[in-house]
T-cell receptor
């Protein structure tokens, strides 16, 4: 069964550095998402992306964050200048239709030192 | 704003027994979708079951079923014949129909399965 794949599985970065989290959504899916989960807390929506543009973003998704679909397969989340509070598990998800269940990747654990 | 509440931070069930996880939500929408996701220690989010709000019939997926009470805004998950592999964090999630895309998650219920 097709899967959403995320790399790396764990990223350790110094505070203030830029980090790029990568995702390969399922190939025939059209809607892409990033969520984050701070340790011990619930999963929070960050951003959704459709037709090569952001369709919705949360208040968490400030100017430090950006998303891109640089080619036909990858979907990336960039954090420009990381803060300690950006430490979390970041999940990518995709769906063929926005009313269908979202399929999640295994997540990238981001640790900011 | 829509909210999802899971009032049971932890639950425990004996292997082969049945357990029910609670979820309530708040919305003014009439068109929406509800989901239960499972997150085992491996951290992957796995879809367990889905319910469309316009459907009166409760969704069932093998040993997993829901009790969807639209008027009460309640969406509980029943796991029958519990297995050790069911041990995980379970998240209830809401998706509004219409223009929005985002899933709104509850805080989760950690289910332990005792052998």
């Amino acid at each position: 069964e097709p899967e959403v794949t995320q790399t790396p599985s764990h990223q350790v970065t110094q505070m203030g550095q830029e980090v790029i989290l990568r995702c390969v959504p399922i190939s025939n899916h059209l809607y892409f998402y990033w969520y984050r989960q701070i340790l011990g807390q619930k999963v929070e929506f960050l951003v959704s992306f459709y037709n090569n543009e952001i369709s919705e973003k949360s208040e968490i998704f400030d100017d430090q964050f950006s998303v891109e679909r640089p080619d036909g397969s990858n979907f990336t989340l960039k954090i420009r200048s990381t803060k300690l509070e950006d430490s979390a598990m970041y999940f990518c998800a995709s769906t063929p239709d926005r009313n269908q269940p979202q399929h999640f990747g295994d997540g990238t654990r981001l640790s900011i030192l | 704003a829509q909210t999802v509440t899971q009032s049971q931070p932890e639950m425990s069930v004996q292997e082969a027994e049945t357990v029910t996880l609670s979820c309530t939500y708040d919305t003014s929408e009439s068109d929406y979708y509800l989901f239960w996701y499972k997150q085992p220690p491996s951290r992957q989010m796995i879809l367990v079951i889905r319910q469309e709000a316009y459907k009166q019939q409760n969704a069932t997926e093998n040993r997993f079923s829901v009790n969807f009470q639209k008027a009460a805004k309640s969406f509980s998950l029943k796991i029958s014949d519990s297995q050790l592999g069911d041990a995980a964090m379970y998240f209830c999630a809401y998706l509004a129909g219409g223009a929005t895309n985002k899933l709104i998650f509850g805080t989760g219920t950690l289910l332990a399965v005792q052998p």
